[in-house]
């Protein structure tokens, strides 16, 4: 979460509350239990929301909308004029998403940047409101800075493969670095990009 923006509002969700399980008790009781396990990681200053709906029928599902919206008009960027040339920017971006392009080169990002008419000493800045706002992730460290991420769901995916591999991939929950290869198949992560997803993996 951390790697999208910094002080992030984080939102905790339980689902399924039809479930016949879920009495009003066992929620409470279920969501202290996630609170204390938070509180233990210090992670709970950034949930800013602990919420139950029903997932069949979509019970609380309007009050859950209400709060978000509450809270994201919260944020700092809300009620911001964006400049016309980050929005260009985004378009550009956009664009390129349609194609399938999930990541850019740092250099080829900062043409693009100059080309929506931002200025070189803006790079930084427009980079930095972007990934505020989730459309990019970007690593400011080692070689990791040489990588735009313009899709976030690209690392979602390379996660996932991680995760659900079969295959026999995996021996007594190791994965060995000479199988990735196998798991991280073209087109969708190139080969090139696998020292740069290794790299990720290792921060």
Known sequence: ISSRTSNPPVVVIGTHACDPIC???????VL?????????IRC???????????SVTGDNLEVIQSQLVELALKQPHMGDE???NYVALQEKINVHKTTGVTTLSWNDFNDMARDAGIEANDVNGVTKFLQNLGHI?????????ELVVIDPQFLVDMMATIFTTK??????????????PHIWREPRFPTVLHP????????
Do not use: C, H, M, W
Request: glycine share 4%.
């Open 23 to 29: 009495t009003q008790e066992y929620i409470d009781q």
């Open 196 to 203: 740069l997803l290794l790299n990720l993996l290792q921060k």
């Open 32 to 40: 202290d239990d996630v609170e204390q396990r938070l509180r233990e």
């Open 82 to 84: 964006v400049p016309q």
């Open 167 to 180: 295959n026999g991939f995996t021996k007594s929950g190791v994965l060995t670095q000479n199988v990735l």
């Open 44 to 54: 709970d200053k950034i949930v800013k929301l602990y919420a139950v709906v029903d």
């Open 137 to 145: 992730i970007y690593f400011n460290d080692g070689d990791l800075r």
